[in-house]
């Protein structure tokens, strides 16, 4: 752990411009520049401008590749805002979908409309403690929900209510955990069985299909990320990408996911017009070979 004290005075939007000339970016309207600057952050900025730096043996000259326009940079932070919107829009009916089928198969299995409360549920690493923690503090704070405010009115216990209105209130990441969790195999075979895969694949995919969702959410650069986790892969989609911790990986597990919902034809057809209106992005900045998608 160093000491040092930061030191580094803010700029104005003509110092950032001056500075960013002085490494060697191209700015041809200083005026529309700053305006770009003060709406997206010099910091935020200066994130898609990396991807344009000359490096040396691995490390930054904080000098850009000669041609390098500002235009060059907002058209690649224009990509990746795009890019997260689609993705989100697509992960939206598969976070749906799990939460629906993992729901029903459940309560159909158990005969239990509040299974997700019993300990028995559960392999021993589980923290049921938690998740009913996280279940009251949701069931609190969507209190103004009209199914919410109809189980209170009518229901005295159990005190949360059945796992098809928990479904619409508590988070993927937890909905994941639930499921990772499940002590019969068979429940979780059934609820994978519904996306054509098996409880392996489905618990790693979903779990990074909820992180990706939260970059997006918080709108996170995504394009080029070195993301922490790498989803389980069987062999046709490792085949179809160069890295596991690249986002062609989370693509590749979206379309698989969207297949069994019908909606991969349509994700593909939002995925190609993407890249044919961005043609410069690198593929292989992503983690795809430049032959596909």
Same mark, same amino acid.
């Given at each position: 752990m160093t000491n040092g004290i930061f030191s580094k005075p803010p700029l104005t939007l003509s110092g950032q411009i001056a500075l960013l000339k002085s490494r060697g970016m191209q700015v041809d309207d200083d005026l529309a520049a700053e305006n770009v *600057? *003060? !709406?997206l952050n010099y910091y935020r900025f200066s994130g898609y401008a990396l991807h &344009? $730096?000359?490096f040396q043996d691995g490390q !930054?000259?904080?000098n850009f590749k000669p041609g390098t326009l500002f235009d060059d940079v907002v058209n690649l932070y224009e990509f990746d805002t795009r890019l997260r919107a689609l993705l989100f829009c697509y992960i939206e009916p598969v976070e749906v979908a799990f939460r629906a089928v993992l729901c029903y198969e459940l309560s159909l299995l158990t005969g239990d409309p509040h299974w997700y409360l019993d300990p028995g549920m559960y392999d021993e !690493? &589980? @923290?049921l403690g938690r998740l009913w923690d996280d279940c009251e503090t $949701?069931?609190?704070r969507r209190s103004d929900e009209v199914f919410i405010e109809s189980y209170r009115s009518k229901y005295s216990f159990p005190p949360l209510p059945p796992a098809w209105m928990m479904s619409e209130i508590l988070s993927i990441g937890r909905w994941s955990k639930v499921f990772q969790h499940l002590a019969d195999q068979n429940a979780r075979k +059934? /609820? +994978?069985r519904q996306f054509n895969t098996k409880p392996y694949y489905l618990q790693s995919w979903i779990h990074a299909l909820s992180v990706l969702r939260n970059l997006c959410a918080h709108h996170s650069r995504i394009w080029n990320r070195n993301f922490t986790i790498s989803p389980a892969l069987p062999s046709p989609i490792k085949a179809r /990408?160069?890295?596991n911790t690249k986002l062609a990986v989370f693509v590749a597990v979206l379309e698989s996911l969207l297949t069994p919902l019908g909606k991969e034809i349509e994700f593909q057809r939002g995925w190609n017009a993407l890249l044919t209106e961005f043609p410069l992005v690198? *593929? @292989?900045k992503m983690g795809f070979s430049q032959s596909q998608f």
């Open positions: *600057l *003060l !709406r &344009f $730096e000359i !930054r000259t904080h !690493r &589980f @923290d $949701e069931y609190q +059934a /609820v +994978a /990408v160069l890295s690198p *593929l @292989d």
